[in-house]
């Protein structure tokens, strides 16, 4: 485990998003955004960046400060009942939110988190009390390159002259099927050559808490993905979600910078240099 662990400062750790960032320009709407667990801790600046992207495409961006863990690990480990309760609160607190503040989408920046909260409504379908909230709270969940691409891009971007390897991460290739979405909104940004990597549908070894119970074949698969990777020659690699990207980095060894899409598509907006991390 102590292998996968990034660098994180003490400030990023307890580090905390505005409760509301208004919408740059004339609003589009609003958003509800989970902050993520291992998101929050280890990659507080992918949720930073996400923040400032929807903002600058006119949308609210409301992140309840209380919001707790979604229970995709717990899904992933098969903690059926712990993982039902977490799901549970979660739907009561942004339920809550939309009372004040009506919500248009719930937008999830991690692949593995988006993935099982796009399934509460499979997941709590045995549950009378519970169903028919899940199934609409479900129904609201959009991974934020879907909420990005179906909107006309309107704050203006700067170019980024690299080449980007786009990694798709299985639970949103695979589980939700969001493939061209992330292409697409990459593909926004003036001069950037996206690239795909070979054997693209294949895991990296990651896969929620593989790579922590089954780490021999988890980091055989890890090599794999890493001399794909290579094969296209990047500058950096991009991937929305953090098991990959720790993933990555651990069988990359530092040789390329590792970014989540919107960190590349937030420098593009401000003008500022691309994050090495």
């Known amino acids: 485990m102590t292998w996968l662990l990034p660098p994180v400062t003490v400030r990023e750790a307890f580090a905390r998003l505005p409760e509301r960032t208004a919408a740059v320009g004339e609003r589009r709407g609003t958003v509800a955004l989970l902050s993520g667990c291992v998101q929050d801790v280890f990659f507080h600046r992918v949720n ?32 059926e009942e712990p ?30 988190c988006g993935s099982s909260m796009k399934d509460y409504g499979h997941l709590l379908s045995d549950d009378p009390q519970w169903a028919g909230r899940a199934k609409a709270f479900s129904a609201k969940v959009r991974d934020v390159h879907e909420v990005l691409a179906d909107l006309e891009p309107r704050a203006p971007r700067s170019p980024v002259r690299a080449r980007v390897a786009y990694h798709d991460a299985c639970h949103l290739g695979h589980a939700q099927g969001v493939r061209e979405q992330p292409r697409a909104v990459l593909r926004t940004i003036p001069e950037l050559q996206v690239v795909d990597i070979p054997e693209a549908a294949l895991c990296c070894g990651s896969a929620g808490i593989y790579n922590m119970v089954s780490p021999e074949p988890a980091a ?34 530092g040789e390329l910078p590792l ?18 991390s």
Not at 66 to 74: N, P, R, S, V, Y
Not at 83 to 112: K, S, Y
Not at 238 to 246: D, S
Not at 265 to 275: C, G, N, T, Y
Request: with cysteine; net charge neutral.
């Open 259 to 276: 970014l989540h899409p919107v960190q590349l598509l937030d420098a593009s907006i401000r003008a500022v240099e691309v994050p090495r």
């Open 220 to 253: 055989e698969l890890g090599r794999r993905k890493a001399d794909n990777v290579r094969a296209v020659a990047p500058e950096i690699v991009v991937t929305a979600n953090p098991g990959c990207l720790l993933q990555l980095a651990r069988h990359l060894g």
């Open 83 to 112: 993982a039902l309760a977490r799901a549970r609160r979660l739907i009561a607190r942004f339920e809550d939110l939309g009372v004040d503040h009506p919500v248009d989408h719930v937008v999830a920046n991690v692949a593995g």
């Open 48 to 79: 930073e960046a996400t923040v400032r992207v929807l903002s600058a495409e006119g949308l609210d961006v409301l992140v309840p400060r209380d919001q707790q863990c979604c229970g995709a690990l717990e899904v992933h480990a098969g903690r």
